[in-house]
T-cell receptor, first 114, second 114 residues
């Protein structure tokens, strides 16, 4: 079975500061890794995904994440955040399959202070 | 491309009632997955439909059932509603033969059970 742990339930940060949202996963088989963002009262939007290849993945809105197999981590980073980045961020995994269920972490609420 | 659409946006029911939620997948997608997102938590997989059959199921009771139509649209039915069924219900669509398992999410239906 797979599981995802998001180590911080809330992360407050000042505008234009860098941010890192931490994610660790557990799986006995190879997995795909995702980060989704959920703005207030909206559905989920895919930020980025790791399927294979380069361990540094770039996504939308200036976000990037690094896959670390030895530490089973997939932390999300942004060098300079904006007020508009205020949202809930979910790390997720699925097994190598074209139609596998996605397993989500409990989420990290990113709040940006002006 | 309209993306994934869900209806209704909001719904209020009382305990013991039954509810039907609807989802239209993104154009060209043939697989629909349903997730339940309780307040303050990450989404949890309910089940997945492909070729009008339930292909995978999460840890949800039989009160949760679904259907997929020939045009790939889908319904989620919940019988004998409980207060704990109050949540945001998310529909996600994907292409089964695409190995990346990228699922596109709709805006969700917020169900309140009183």
């Amino acid at each position: 079975a797979q599981s995802v742990t998001q180590l911080d339930s809330q992360v407050p940060v000042f505008e234009e500061a860098p941010v890192e949202l931490r994610c660790n996963y557990s799986s006995s088989v190879s997995v795909y890794l995702f980060w989704y963002v959920q703005y207030p009262n909206q559905g989920l939007q895919l930020l980025l995904k790791y399927l294979s290849g380069s361990t540094l993945v770039k996504g939308i809105n200036g976000f990037e994440a690094e896959f670390n197999k030895s530490q089973t981590s997939f932390h999300l980073r942004k060098p300079s955040v904006h007020i508009s980045d205020t949202a809930e961020y979910f790390c997720a995994v699925s097994v190598y399959s074209s139609a596998s269920k996605i397993i989500f972490g409990s989420g990290t609420r990113l709040s940006i202070r002006p | 491309d309209a993306g994934v659409t869900q209806s209704p946006t909001h719904l209020i029911k009382t305990r013991g009632q039954q509810v039907t939620l609807r989802c239209s997948p993104k154009s060209g997608h043939d697989t629909v997955s349903w997730y339940q997102q309780a307040l303050g938590q990450g989404p949890q997989f309910i089940f997945q439909y492909y070729e009008e059959e339930e292909r995978q199921r999460g840890n949800f009771p039989d009160r949760f059932s679904g259907h997929q139509y020939p045009n790939y649209s889908s319904e989620l039915n919940v019988n004998a509603l409980l207060l704990g069924d109050s949540a945001l219900y998310l529909c996600a669509s994907s292409i089964r033969d695409r190995a990346t398992n990228e699922q596109f999410f709709g805006p969700g239906t917020r169900l309140t059970v009183l």
